[in-house]
């Protein structure tokens, strides 16, 4: 089955504030593999960019003024998705907006059901943390250092391996250090024997017999 990576850019934090998409980009992988195919357009939202936008994304209201309208691309974007499996990491906030835009056209909306968020599967297996794409990109040591600012298509990518780590998670490498090894069986609920040294006192004459044993075994074993 082929899926399709995606994110978005906006005007703003609210499509219900009127905030619109600036940016859509797309990669098409088979069975978690990229097949080279890419959707990705810059959009004039018909709206101004608000300050906050602006500093994660960086695109300028006169940046985007000669850029086609979402109407223009709204085919092309949606042949490219059909019948794919979509992956997006905070789906509620990207669907959303994708379908504020498509009910400006007269589209049929995306059914959010039927889109795997990344963002949902990684609070399930990490509760306790931080789940954005930046953390999780450091949690699995994703080269990140491009990411100066929001850029869709570069997103796309490393949700891609943000995804495989999730869905194929390794087994942690074996450390000898029992201090680390026991704390991270606690961590983890596994039961941990202490291997403490144990001393036994003997009274006389056990050791008595211990040490005829010991003769009479190293006698008969001695060459």
Known sequence: MSEIFLDTETTGLSHRDGDRIV????????????????FHKLINPEKK?????????GFSDDFLKDKRKFKDIVEEFL???DGKKLIIHN????????????????????DIKK???TLSLARSKFPASSNSLDNLCKRFNIDISRRIKHNALLDCELLREVYINL?????????????????KAK???ISVINREKIIVNLDPEEIKKHN???KSYLKKNSL
Do not use: M, R, W
Not at 49 to 57: G, L, N, P, R, Y
Not at 173 to 179: K, M, P, V, W
């Open 79 to 81: 042949g490219f998705i």
């Open 212 to 214: 005829q044993f010991l």
């Open 115 to 117: 889109v795997e968020d």
């Open 23 to 38: 940016e859509i980009a797309c990669i098409e992988t088979k069975d978690l593999i990229p097949t080279k195919k890419i």
């Open 187 to 189: 961590s983890s609920n």
């Open 91 to 110: 789906a509620p906030f990207d669907i959303g907006f994708l379908n504020s835009e498509l009910k400006k056209v007269n589209k049929k909306l995306l």
């Open 49 to 57: 960019v608000s300050q906050e936008a602006f500093k994660i994304h």
């Open 167 to 183: 869905v194929d998670q390794k087994e942690p490498s074996l450390s000898f250090n029992t201090n680390d090894n026991t704390e």
